[in-house]
């Protein structure tokens, strides 16, 4: 059986539905989180490059200014919890703003290396939180989704700062760090539903995101997003400016055979498989089954299929689930392939 990586050109023929590799593309160590877990013995087909981005308040010890806030009468968020934490009022946004640290600090690259000569690995550039996520991390989740209606303006000055700020570093990683694609998070779904309406998300994301896209375009990179929750009211939206990949497709949020039909075609889908409840609290022969229930629902002839975890793993995770998801998705997966190009023959 052959156990290679794909390369950075097969990866990219899958991403761009153009076919499939010898099998369908395997990424879980990206997710695997603090999970100990030998995973030499089966493929990885993307190589990581980290982008360090800001904390709230604190420096960098290579920039004591790189930060979001610069603000003297910070908001006292110690004790406060994650998603309700405030660090400045939007009546002050103009002053973050014109102070916010530079995109081109050398604490962005503190992880990151140039592309050494030979290597034919797929690079993915990755930061957390984009525009909603770093919204609510600076002003509170509360506050955040108030914005919108009380302080659209504002919102708009601040996204484009954000974007601003993300271009530069879609471009170095481009340009200087030789990366394929780009890869950011925001989740703006909830298990329902989205967290807003199709006009907020035309209004306040939409065209800030197409600048992103379309910057890493421009610099021959694609765009993943990982958005956790039913967004499905916004796949078109997000079709409709290019995005390249899109992660995970949250099992229990929507129904992954409608997305595969009615999207499969048009965006490559990084499946997530289920971390809530199959993983850690299923059999291995259920987590054998929910893998081959991915391949079957997502795989096509033209590719557009990666395989990876839905988020996170976390350490409780049985270690002979994770080798039956490893094992079941590198067979089947090659399996898989076979299949249609047999049926295409």
Not at 83 to 92: P, W
Not at 129 to 149: I, K, P, Q, T, V
Not at 198 to 223: C, Q, S, V, W
Not at 251 to 259: L, N, S, V
Request: charged share 25%; with cysteine; proline share 5%.
């Amino acid at each position: 059986m052959e156990n290679r990586a794909l390369t950075r050109e097969e990866l990219r023929d899958v991403i761009e539905g153009r076919g499939n590799a010898f099998r369908i593309p395997m990424t879980f160590d990206f997710w695997r989180g603090a999970m100990d877990f030998d995973v030499e013995k089966y493929p990885g087909d993307i190589q990581t490059v980290s982008i360090n981005t800001p904390a709230p308040t604190e420096g960098h010890e290579l920039d004591p200014d790189f930060k979001w806030i610069h603000l003297d009468r910070v908001h006292d968020s110690e004790n406060a919890a994650l998603d309700a934490q405030c660090y400045f009022d939007m009546e002050d946004v103009d002053e973050v703003i014109t102070r916010f640290p530079s995109p081109h600090s050398p604490a962005v690259y503190v992880n990151a290396k140039p592309r050494a000569a030979g290597d034919h690995a797929y690079r993915l550039a990755n930061w957390w939180y984009c525009l909603f996520e770093r919204h609510w991390s600076l002003r509170g989740m509360e506050n955040a989704l108030c914005d919108y209606y009380e302080y659209p303006d504002e919102v708009h000055r601040l996204y484009r700062a954000l974007t601003d700020f993300y271009k530069a570093i879609i471009v170095r990683m481009g340009d200087e760090y030789g990366c394929d694609g780009i890869f950011t998070s925001d989740d703006i779904g909830t298990q329902n539903a989205p967290f807003f309406s199709l006009e907020i998300f035309r209004e306040f994301f939409k065209p800030y995101y197409k600048e992103l896209i379309d910057t890493a375009h421009a610099h021959g990179m694609h765009f993943w997003l990982h958005t956790c929750g039913n967004i499905e009211r916004f796949i078109p939206e997000l079709i409709d400016i290019g995005l390249d990949v899109l992660h995970p497709i949250q099992k229990y949020t929507m129904d992954e055979r409608t997305i595969a039909q009615r999207y499969g075609d048009k965006i490559c889908i990084w499946a997530g498989f289920d971390v809530q409840r199959t993983i850690p609290y299923g059999t291995c022969a259920d987590c054998e089954r929910e893998v081959k229930y991915l391949i079957d629902t997502y795989a096509r002839k033209d590719g557009r299929l990666i395989l990876t975890f839905g988020n996170n793993l976390t350490p409780d995770t049985p270690p002979e689930s994770l080798e039956a998801v490893m094992k079941t998705a590198l067979e089947y997966g090659m399996q898989k392939v076979h299949a249609l190009n047999e049926e295409n023959s």
